[in-house]
């Protein structure tokens, strides 16, 4: 073996476990990069979707934002501010699991709130609180039916964590050129 192949196949290795050791939310990350709060109001969207399971499809229900991505991520101690859309064709509501919304916000069914009619839209505006890895999910059935999705608070702490990683990427993607063209 020659010392380049030697480098490039260690590089190779060094890129993929850093990219999956140090950072294993990166498609997360990147895809939540706009659904970061700052202010803005977060659009969900209750939606169902098909899986391929065995070969076989499944209707399944998703929590999804307008560009396509599940779940959120946002930063903690900032404003919770979330509009739900019901596309499912289905009445439902979505529990804010970890976070502690007003008592009419906490999504659990005829507790006091409503169930979400089908083609409805509600706003859900409150603290975020600390930070954690949370989830939101149905308080019905539909939560074995996929119904749920991962709601991420990140502290200004992980925000930097996050902000080396992908810097370290960068750098360690960069050396790997160098190496593959020496």
Known sequence: ????????????GVVA??????????AWAENSRAATSGGATHSLS?????LDVNGKAAD???????????????????????TLSNDSGEATLIHWHGLTP????DGVPDNPAALLKA?????????????????MHAHT???????AAPLIVRTADERKLDEHCHHLNH??????????YA
């Open 102 to 105: 007003l008592w009419h916000m």
């Open 17 to 26: 476990a850093s990219d999956a050791a140090m950072n294993p939310t990166s």
């Open 141 to 147: 059935l539909q939560e074995q039916n996929l119904l």
């Open 1 to 12: 073996m020659k010392r380049r192949e030697f480098l490039g196949g260690l590089m190779s």
């Open 46 to 50: 209750i939606a169902k979707r098909v």
């Open 60 to 82: 399944v229900f998703g929590l999804v934002q307008s560009d396509g991505s599940v779940g959120l991520t946002l930063d903690a101690d900032s404003p919770f501010d979330v």
């Open 171 to 180: 750098m360690v993607a960069g050396m790997m050129s160098f190496v593959a």
């Open 119 to 135: 083609a409805e839209t509600r706003r859900y505006k409150f603290p975020v609180g600390s930070g954690g890895t949370h989830w």
